[in-house]
């Protein structure tokens, strides 16, 4: 009895390991996966340091109507922050802002982005130089002036925050549908990669844990 006793426990045991470890991978390949800022092109919206999670879900492909009545699966927007696989090697993530949809029509004068031939309001744009004016020298500068492009069908243009200091869209082209991995939710940790490792808990940035990524 006590053999079979034993022999039951160790098996629920399994058992239990076995599903969690199942969940994680799961969960992992289909719902979140952590994310963690490497460099300065999303500044001053994310810095270097900052961990996300990113939900993987809300831009799974759907089936059917009825699927897309009952799974909170969304449209990728203007302004969605998002993880994706780099075109030009897509062993590589990255992270930008979603700033054309497909059919749209985009343009850089002077620094400013227009969208359908209307200026686009971008309240988290930062730049590391002012606008240098309308100027021919200028017009071979992609953070400058670039196009008009128009996005085509299943792809997005994609930029960074910090315009100056972002290797995006206007370098390397558009990105497919098929690349994103999902959307930045939140950040679950964030630390000041200058900090000494003999100063980590002053390292912790504390004011941006759960902050939200907008």
């Known amino acids: 009895m006590t053999t079979e006793f034993t022999k039951s426990t160790i098996r629920e045991y399994f058992e ?15 719902v ?15 810095l270097i340091g900052d961990h996300l999670l990113v ?7 759907t089936l059917s109507r009825i699927e ?3 799974l909170p699966i969304d449209e990728i927007k203007r302004g969605d922050v998002i993880v994706f696989k780099f075109p030009e090697d897509p062993e590589r993530d990255f992270i930008k802002r979603t700033i054309g949809l497909p059919g749209d029509t985009i343009e850089l004068r002077n620094k400013k982005v227009f969208v359908n031939g209307k200026a686009l309001d971008e309240p988290y744009v930062h730049f590391l130089f002012p ?3 309308d100027t021919p020298q200028e017009d071979f ?7 008009p492009v128009t996005v085509p069908p299943d792809h997005y243009f994609m930029m960074g925050d910090n315009r100056d200091n ?9 990105m497919p549908k098929s690349y994103v991995k999902g959307q930045a939710l939140f950040i679950y940790f964030s630390f000041n990669e200058g900090e000494p490792l003999t100063h980590l808990l002053s390292g912790i940035r504390w004011g941006r844990l759960l902050n939200r990524v907008h």
């Open 16 to 30: 239990s390991i076995v599903i969690a470890v199942i969940l994680a991978l799961f969960i992992r390949t289909f």
């Open 32 to 46: 979140v996966q952590a994310f963690k800022i490497p460099t300065g092109s999303m500044e001053n919206n994310l």
């Open 55 to 61: 939900n993987k879900f809300i831009f799974g492909p």
């Open 68 to 70: 897309r009545a009952v």
């Open 131 to 133: 606008p240098p004016g």
């Open 141 to 147: 500068d992609v953070r400058v002036h670039y196009g």
């Open 166 to 174: 972002s290797e995006d869209s206007r370098y390397w082209g558009f």
